[in-house]
Structure formats: C-alpha cells, structure tokens
C-alpha cells in the first residue's frame, strides 16, 4: 500500500513540476506584451488541464462560427434542415464589404446552392454571409444560444450576427467565451454529445480543412498534424486596437491521442503580427509538452 501510495505520490509530483515549465515558457510568450491572453488546454485522454485567464469573457468574433454550424447541424440530426435544401443567394444575402468566399464564387446571386456549401466556407473559410444565412435558417442568435445552454456548455453567449458586428465595434463583447468554454465544448462534440455521429464526423471534416490562420496554431506544428479547427479575427479599428485575435483546435498527436487548444487575443495595441505569433508559439510549446 506504501508503494503504491509513493507512487501516486510521485506522479502528481512529475505533473507539477511539468506543469510548472509549461508556465513557465507561456509567461515568457505573453510577458511584456500589451494584450489580454487568454489560454486553456485540455488533454482528452491523460485530462491534463492548463488554464490562464480562463475565465475571463472575451470576444469570440469567428470564433463562434463553429457554435453556429453545430446548432446547423443539430437541426439536421432533428430533421429540420437538410445538407442537400438549396439554399438562394441574392443581394439581400450576398452583402458587399465582408468576408465572403461564398459571395466571391456566386457574385450575381440569383442562385440555389446546398446548405452544405454554405456551412462548409463558413466554417473552413470562416465567410460572413454563409455565417448570418445559417443564423437565420436558425431563428437568429438565440437558437444557438438554447442549443447550447441545453447541452450545458457555460461561459458562452451570442447575441449579434456577422452584419451586426460590422456596424458597431463593442458589439464583439457581447459575443463572447471563456477559453475554459471554449475547450469543454470541442471535449463535449469530440465525445459525439453535441452531434449524431455522422454530423460529428462531417463537421470534423470540414474542421480540418480550415485554411484560415495558417499563422496561427498549426504554423509550427509539424507539417500534415490533424488539427480540426476555428480562427477568428476582429482586425484593428481606426485607433489601431484589436479586440479579438482568436483559435480554438482540437490536435491528434503522433500517438494517436488528442488535446484541445484555446487561444484569445484579446484588447491588443500589438501588432497582427505579434498577437498571431503569440498564438502560434503557445501552440508550439503546448505541442512540445504533449510529446515529450
């Protein structure tokens, strides 16, 4: 019994002192730096859990788009919507002056296009008007905002779509997540409790297309590493401020196991350059912790 309680002993002892380190090489990242960072990550199988600021309301911006294509898909587990439902572009839909891919391939609207294509540029390439025409097919907002108190996730709250944000800066705050959340909820859809499996396994999919933030979390991770992910990004306003420089990941390890990241920039008089750097090296340093 001695010998077995030494070794528990010793365990803990290892993952406090790894911990520490971890602390450690993060504070050297973010020190100095004029910005809140918010960071959480969550080991799936060994349930390691790092957190700084984690609990802190930041800004989601696009962030949140993956909460959106989650209640999408929940109303297709229900029978409510449809992957293949055409759905038709036009002026009122297709706004000028935003992010969209979707926009850019159907610039004269007047089209159908499955409600698959939609989702999939608005989370893999992170479009405006695909995110505000599945908002609402939803009900707006507060759809996704039910769909996810109902599946307990906390420290999460959206209020405004994509076009609501664009018309007024402080209107990010009021979507916003904890990094905490924001790990939970990728552990909780991992183990296939928000989704069928079948809609897990095509949001997955779509996750690991994702061609937005190649300077962010996977830029110094080893080149083909599975990374199923959702940037998100405010830019800078007139006074040069950034209110959200974001990602959340879940990252398959060469042994088969996986932890999720979380990432906020948040508040930043940095530059783009430095707020993603600082994300891209937490990244790497986490990585390096998990396959020591």
Known sequence: MKKIILFFLLISVFGNAQQSVLEQKINSI????????????????????????????LPMQSVFKFHIAAAVLDFVDKRKLSLDQKIVLN??????????PLRDKYPNGDTGVPLSEILELTVAKSDNNGCDIMLNLLGGPKAVQKYMDSKGVKGFQ?????????KDWNVQYENYSTTQSAVD?????YDGKLLT?????????????????????IEQLPKGTPVARKTGSSGKNDAGFTGAENEIAIVTLPNGKHYAISVFVSNSTETAEVNCKMISDISKTVWDHFNK
């Open 30 to 57: 973010i020190k100095d730096k004029k910005a809140t960072v918010g960071i959480s990550v969550l080991g799936f199988e060994n349930g390691f859990t790092y957190n700084k600021n984690a609990d802190k309301k």
């Open 91 to 100: 002026k009122s839909n297709l706004l000028e002056n935003t992010w969209s």
């Open 158 to 166: 959206i209020k405004y779509n994509e076009a609501e944000m664009h």
């Open 185 to 189: 909820v990728l552990k909780k859809f």
């Open 197 to 217: 499996k079948k809609s897990t396994g095509y949001l997955m999919k779509v996750m690991l297309s994702t061609s937005t933030g190649m300077n962010k979390l």
